[in-house]
């Protein structure tokens, strides 16, 4: 482990309390005027504001750059950033796009790099609360927060594995966002998880904190797709990032209990087994696989005695 983890957090000489690391935020967006001005009035009002945060519109043709633009306007410590124009939207381009974000920071003092996507919302001291959890744990590697997802909790987060953290706002202390590599462009999605495993497999925490939440304003993985395609896409994707078999299984008999019950199942399952059956190569390293599959196991066996849910 290295040296400089473990190292308690410094304290303000003033307040005497323990000073909260300062951060940066990248936030890759395509055509989301819908959704990004809620986004924009959400970090404007934070109680603890980011050094910068760097937007990176991917081609937007819907106004999001102008709406972004007039906020920019009036927060010099928000940059609207915008990549060249393309004609799919998928997942290796929002990599593409934080990247060419990313590049534009990397070289400034901070401690905490942020991913949060453009169609989310949040109350003034989300932030703040976040990088409190970085301050008081310094082995704290990634964090977020749950979500509301419609009218409701998008999951059970009394029985939710904590120790993910879903992309939609994904806090990476710096040095275990460099020790994993940042993110990997996979054109079929799970680029947000790749790199929590990763963190996991260096021995940094990851952690999801319930007792605060935001909203996404839009479902998961449904730009650009209807809800079944986004079901089946949501199977492949669970393949490509090496979960095991039985997992899925279990995963899906679970998904029986939510709408829309058994399409939800059936399409995501479908999904899963037509890249199983193919056998295409795994996208991710084999390792990041075997360790993925082994705390999957492990938390089968648990939750089948304990009658719990199955999230990966």
Request: glycine content about 8%; proline content about 4%; overall charge neutral.
């Amino acid at each position: 482990m290295d040296t400089d983890r473990g190292s308690q957090a410094p304290v303000d000489t003033e307040s005497g309390k323990t000073a909260l690391p300062t951060c940066v935020l990248i936030t890759p967006t395509r055509n989301e005027a819908a959704y990004i001005e809620e986004t924009l009035k959400s970090m404007i009002a934070q109680t603890v504001l980011p050094l910068r945060w760097i937007i990176v519109s991917d081609g937007s043709t819907d106004g999001t750059d102008e709406i972004v633009r007039k906020y920019a306007a009036e927060h010099e410590w928000i940059e609207l950033m915008r990549m060249p124009d393309r004609t799919q939207r998928h997942f290796a381009g929002k990599v593409l796009a934080f990247n060419a974000g990313y590049a534009k920071i990397k070289d400034l003092e901070y401690d905490i790099i942020g991913n949060i996507d453009s169609d989310i919302s949040f109350d003034e001291n989300h932030l703040e609360f976040l990088l409190a959890k970085f301050a008081e744990d310094p082995l704290l590697g990634v964090a977020g927060t749950a979500y509301f997802e419609g009218p409701s909790l998008k999951y059970d987060y009394s029985l939710f594995n904590l120790e993910n953290v879903e992309g939609q706002c994904q806090l990476f202390r710096r040095q275990c966002f460099e020790e994993v590599g940042g993110y990997v462009p996979i054109k079929n999605g799970g680029i947000d998880v790749i790199p929590v495993y990763l963190a996991r497999m260096k021995g940094w925490k990851s952690r999801t904190f319930p007792e605060k939440t935001y909203v996404h304003l839009r479902r998961s993985g449904t730009g650009g797709a209807g809800l079944l395609k986004s079901f089946f896409r949501d199977g492949k994707k669970a393949y490509y990032l090496g979960a095991h078999p039985l997992w899925e299984i279990a995963r899906c008999l679970n998904l029986l209990k939510y709408k829309p019950y058994v399409l939800q199942s059936v399409f995501r399952l479908a999904g899963y087994f037509w890249e199983f059956l193919k056998q295409e190569k795994y996208p991710v390293p084999a390792e990041l696989v075997a360790f993925r599959r082994k705390e999957q196991m492990e938390r089968l066996r648990m939750m089948f005695f304990q009658r719990g849910v199955f999230k990966s």
